[in-house]
């Protein structure tokens, strides 16, 4: 018996790749937005970023080069975020005892409480993101959503960043 190969099949996988990528996009864009939304409507507005640096620093991320490798940003970007974090009050710095050129990040009272916020307002929205999704499917999407974040995360490092 012959087998019959279609030659629908890499049409197929290419509109798969439209709908894939119009999906991704798309729920990435939402959930970005949303995200900041939300924290920019706390009694301490925070933008996305300034919530991730502040959940660092409280996380154990102390030095600005470590904030950057860790967030795949470069030193002045990061240096301009907590300089901003700093003149509202949420961070402070000091010098380093072991190094006299670098500084040590430290998030203040305010600045956790701004951070446990955030957390909590983001918290209840992946909640009400998730409250539909029976068990083995978000088993499934977390799987997923590390796939791709892995890739994500491969391909930048390996295509953007540096540029």
Do not use: C, W
Not at 35 to 52: D, E, G
Not at 110 to 131: C, I, N, P, S
């Amino acid at each position: 018996m012959e087998t019959i190969v279609s030659e629908a099949a890499p049409v197929l996988a290419a509109d798969r790749i439209e709908e894939d990528h119009e999906l991704l996009i798309s729920v990435a864009a939402r959930l970005n937005r949303t995200s900041q939304m939300l924290l920019a409507s706390l009694p301490v507005p925070l933008t996305f970023r300034q919530y991730r640096t502040l959940s660092r620093v409280i996380g154990g991320y102390t030095s600005l080069s470590q904030l950057a490798k860790r967030g795949n940003l470069s030193l002045p970007t990061v240096s301009e975020n907590v300089d901003g974090l700093v003149k509202r009050g949420l961070m402070t710095t000091t010098a380093s005892e072991s190094d006299r050129r670098a500084i040590v990040l430290h998030a203040t009272d305010a600045g956790r409480e701004a951070a446990a916020a955030g957390q909590a307002v983001l918290k209840e929205f992946t909640k009400a993101l998730l409250a539909e999704l029976a068990p083995d499917r978000r088993a499934d999407l977390q799987d997923s959503l590390r796939v791709v974040y892995e890739a994500a995360t491969t391909y930048f490092v390996q295509n953007v960043q540096g540029r």
